[in-house]
């Protein structure tokens, strides 16, 4: 099954740049442009990561992973967070919110795509790593 990735994102041209740059991966690219819609679309659908523009009309950007995290099925989905407006300290606050990856703007359209996927791969590693660990538990060998 293709990956699924959900990108949010209030203005048009940025979300068709991320469209665009992520498109020919074979992922499954889920669309929202608010917070809100974010987290609906999230439930519904359970992303294997999301990118996320950190100002959004309604909701804060920060208050979706908070949201998320909140869920069992989110607790460790990766979340990247993308802003124009970098400044001192943002790093720290952005992943203290519940964000695993930060990015600024504007999006290096070339790196985008190996960013993404180093990240799919390493949570793919966890995910194993994890159920490995979980079998050993319910199934002693001895
Ligand atoms: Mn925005």
Do not use: C, W
């Not at 989905?77 to 300290?89: D, E, S």
């Amino acid at each position: 099954m293709p990956e699924k990735i959900l990108i949010v994102e209030d203005n048009p041209l940025n979300m068709k740049l991320m469209l665009m740059t992520l498109r020919n991966y074979g992922y499954t690219l889920l669309q929202a442009t608010d917070g809100e819609e974010a987290i609906d679309f999230a439930r519904r659908e359970k992303p294997d990561l999301i990118i996320m523009d950190i100002r959004l009309h309604k909701m804060d950007g920060q208050e979706v992973p908070r949201r998320l995290r909140r869920m069992p099925d989110f607790k460790d989905t990766p979340i990247i967070a993308v802003t124009a407006h970098a400044m001192k300290g943002d790093r720290e606050k952005f992943l203290g919110a519940g964000f695993d990856h930060y990015l600024p703007k504007p999006i290096d359209t070339r790196e985008l795509p190996k960013f993404v996927a180093k990240i799919l791969l390493s949570h793919q590693k966890s995910a194993i790593l994890m159920s490995v660990k979980n079998d050993g538990k319910e199934n002693p060998r001895s």
